[in-house]
Structure formats: C-alpha cells, structure tokens
C-alpha cells in the first residue's frame, strides 16, 4: 500500500510541516510450497498416463507430510493462464479442488481404524469374506475369498470384508471417521475454487447404504481432501491445514485419532504393494510404501451408474518416516482396462520414486520381493 503525506510550505517553498496521513505498506515475498522439479516430473509422468489410456483427465498431487506444505498439483490437460484465447471453458479451472468424485476404496482403510478403536476387530480378527445378499443386491469382490485376515481385506481391496466390518457399525461412526479425516471439509489451503465435497443427505440408510459408503460410494470428495486423508495417516493422526505457500506454522494442530491405531493400518496397507496386493505395481525399490487403489463407477447427468471410472492410486512412503503423501486419478481410461492398480498405481510408482530420490531420502526397505 502507497503511503501519503501532507507537506506545508512557506513562500520560498521551504518545507515547514510534514504530515504523514497512510503509513505506506511494503509488501512481503510470498514463497509457494511448489517444487518446480517435482511438479514438472509429475506433470510429464500424469500427461503421458491420460494420454496412453485415452481418459479424460487425470490429476496428480504431492504433499510434504511433516509441514502440510503442497508440492506438486498437476493436472491434465492443463492451459497456460498467460494465454487463455482459443482454451476451452472447461479447461479452466484447478481440477485438484473445484471437481468432486466418488473415493472407492481409498476410504477403506478409514473403516478400519474406526473398528479398531470401536474393539468391533483386532488386528488378528478373520472375517468372513464370502459373497452375500443384501437388499437384493449381490456384495462381492473381485476374486473370491472364504475368509480374510484384516490385513487382507486391504491387500485383496475386499468389498465383503470391509461390509461386514461396517454392518457392526452405525452410520454415525462411519460419518464421523470420514469427517475427522477432513472428507466435507475445506482443507484450508486458501486455494481459489474448492469444494467441501458432499455427504448422503438421507436421514434414514439402510444396511445397503452403509455397506456402499463402506468402500466409498454415496459421498463426493475432491482429490485434495482424499491426498489430504493420507497426509494425515502420515503424520499418525496429527492433523494440520494444508498449505500452497511455505510454511513452518505448527499452529492449529491437533490430534484427531490414535496414533498406535494408525500405525497399525499403515502398516498393514504396506501388504498392498506386496505379492498378491492388488498396489503391486505401486511398489518402489528400496522403500516401503503405503497404498490403497481405487476404482469407483461414474454417475451420468441423470444420477445413474455407468460403465465408466475414476481410478486411484494413494499413499505415502516411506513408511519407516513419512515423507510424502502422493495422489494419482485417473478420470474416465477408455483405452480398455480401467482399475486403480493397473492404471494410477505404476504412475504412483514413478513419481514417489523421483521423489524419494530428488530429495535423497534414506531406503527403507533393502529386501526385495
């Protein structure tokens, strides 16, 4: 802000008074989390994956665990703001925060940790994981399982596993987990444009809503919230607003759950990238990593259920110290197949791969599988 002063003077124009009536304002340098290495590796690695499987978008975000700050937000395709003539509407707009989709089962491990504290199951509790019927609709998982470990269900993404888990819970309980985790909430990142996302607005759910909300349908979130949920899990349950300028802030942190029951499900999301997982293709030489896949159905403009998908790949690494927290989606692959772990996790592999390594975080994991 200028300043301005009033000057009184004699004849001679000899200054006899000064009056300072607005102190001027100098303005201070604003530093932005963004690392424009990571971000320009990002931005080729996610272009190339929306290319390859003809989808219709993709987005990419990277997140620094300790301080919440936002590394990388990518998304695809992009526009140069400086030159916005002959840009599609649709283009522009920061994708990462305006638009909203179903999670799939990137929320399960959410679930989990509620049961836990809830004493619904233990670590070592085996759940029955073979199809049912509910509703007159059929829950069952890709590949069939008669019964899972908890560690498992994540591993094999078990839709039975994690709805017989959720039955033992009321819905405020699977709400309120969500909530803590910061789903229908701002991430307060002061991000132009972000959307809360939404929640079922039913007041009565039958059991077949609980069990969908269970592995993540019936609830929108923005792909900033669900990075957000796993930069959370990093910091073991310390929540802190995200950030797209640097920061140090150690203000407005605050607890939000157990820190040995979050432990407890990182490391059992570290089986995912393992044999048989199905994040296989997120795993990274020499790290251990945390991930969960996703595929979930697109709506059409009418509010049904068509065959077309949003696939994820999210986590952190290393699991040892968390670091980073990492989002990969992929909107609508049409070039065949469409499932997280086929199509987001080998992404996932290669951008948390880059940057471990730019930023010379120490291996964690030297047993190879």
Same mark, same amino acid.
């Given at each position: 802000?200028?300043?301005?002063?009033? =000057?009184?003077? *004699?004849?001679?124009? @000899?200054?006899?008074? !000064? #009056?300072?009536? +607005?102190? %001027?304002?100098?303005?201070?340098?604003?530093?932005?989390?963004?690392?424009?290495?990571?971000?320009?590796?990002?931005?080729?690695?996610?272009?190339?994956?929306?290319?390859?499987?003809?989808?219709?978008?993709?987005?990419?975000?990277?997140?620094?665990?300790?301080?919440?700050?936002?590394?990388?937000?990518?998304?695809?395709?992009?526009?140069?703001?400086?030159?916005?003539?002959?840009?599609?509407?649709?283009?522009?707009?920061?994708?990462?925060?305006?638009?909203?989709?179903?999670?799939?089962?990137?929320?399960?491990?959410?679930?989990?940790?509620?049961?836990?504290?809830?004493?619904?199951?233990?670590?070592?509790?085996?759940?029955?994981?073979?199809?049912?019927?509910?509703?007159?609709? =059929?829950?069952? *998982?890709?590949?069939? @399982?008669?019964?899972? !470990? #908890?560690?498992? +269900?994540? %591993?094999?993404?078990?839709?039975?596993?994690?709805?017989?888990?959720?039955?033992?819970?009321?819905?405020?309980?699977?709400?309120?987990?969500?909530?803590?985790?910061?789903?229908?909430?701002?991430?307060?990142?002061?991000?132009?444009?972000?959307?809360?996302?939404?929640?079922?607005?039913?007041?009565?759910?039958?059991?077949?809503?609980?069990?969908?909300?269970?592995?993540?349908?019936?609830?929108?979130?923005?792909?900033?919230?669900?990075?957000?949920?796993?930069?959370?899990?990093?910091?073991?349950?310390?929540?802190?607003?995200?950030?797209?300028?640097?920061?140090?802030?150690?203000?407005?942190?605050?607890?939000?759950?157990?820190?040995?029951?979050?432990?407890?499900?990182?490391?059992?999301?570290?089986?995912?990238?393992?044999?048989?997982?199905?994040?296989?293709?997120?795993? +990274?030489?020499?790290?251990?990593?945390?991930?969960?896949?996703?595929?979930?159905?697109?709506?059409?403009?009418?509010?049904?259920?068509?065959?077309?998908?949003?696939?994820?790949?999210?986590?952190?690494?290393?699991?040892?110290?968390?670091?980073?927290?990492?989002?990969?989606?992929?909107?609508?692959?049409?070039?065949?197949?469409?499932?997280?772990?086929?199509?987001?996790?080998?992404?996932?592999?290669?951008?948390?791969?880059?940057?471990?390594?730019?930023?010379?975080?120490?291996?964690?994991?030297?047993?190879?599988?």
């Amino acid at each position: 802000m200028p300043g301005k002063r009033k =000057i009184r003077t *004699d004849k001679f124009g @000899n200054i006899i008074e !000064s #009056v300072s009536l +607005i102190k %001027k304002n100098v303005p201070r340098n604003i530093n932005l989390s963004i690392d424009i290495r990571l971000q320009t590796i990002i931005y080729r690695e996610l272009s190339h994956a929306v290319s390859f499987h003809k989808a219709q978008s993709g987005t990419a975000i990277l997140t620094n665990i300790k301080t919440g700050e936002i590394l990388a937000m990518v998304n695809s395709p992009a526009y140069n703001p400086n030159n916005l003539k002959k840009i599609p509407m649709d283009l522009i707009r920061n994708r990462a925060v305006t638009d909203v989709f179903e999670p799939g089962s990137t929320v399960k491990p959410m679930v989990i940790m509620k049961a836990l504290q809830k004493k619904i199951i233990t670590p070592k509790s085996i759940i029955d994981t073979t199809p049912f019927v509910i509703d007159k609709h =059929i829950i069952k *998982d890709v590949s069939y @399982n008669k019964q899972l !470990s #908890v560690t498992d +269900i994540l %591993k094999k993404s078990s839709n039975t596993g994690v709805s017989k888990i959720a039955l033992s819970m009321s819905k405020s309980e699977l709400i309120d987990i969500y909530s803590r985790f910061g789903l229908g909430k701002l991430t307060k990142s002061g991000l132009i444009g972000e959307k809360k996302g939404i929640y079922p607005k039913k007041k009565h759910w039958s059991n077949l809503d609980k069990v969908t909300f269970s592995f993540g349908y019936g609830l929108m979130v923005t792909p900033l919230q669900l990075v957000n949920v796993y930069t959370i899990m990093g910091r073991y349950g310390l929540y802190k607003p995200l950030s797209i300028i640097k920061t140090n802030n150690k203000k407005n942190e605050k607890q939000i759950f157990s820190k040995s029951l979050v432990k407890i499900v990182l490391n059992m999301l570290e089986s995912v990238t393992q044999p048989g997982g199905v994040g296989v293709k997120a795993a +990274i030489k020499g790290y251990k990593v945390a991930v969960k896949t996703g595929t979930a159905k697109k709506v059409d403009s009418h509010g049904k259920y068509v065959n077309r998908y949003v696939s994820y790949a999210v986590g952190l690494a290393p699991i040892s110290n968390p670091q980073f927290s990492l989002l990969v989606m992929i909107n609508d692959p049409r070039a065949g197949q469409y499932y997280g772990g086929t199509i987001s996790a080998p992404v996932f592999s290669t951008i948390m791969s880059f940057a471990l390594k730019i930023i010379n975080i120490k291996p964690d994991n030297l047993f190879i599988y």
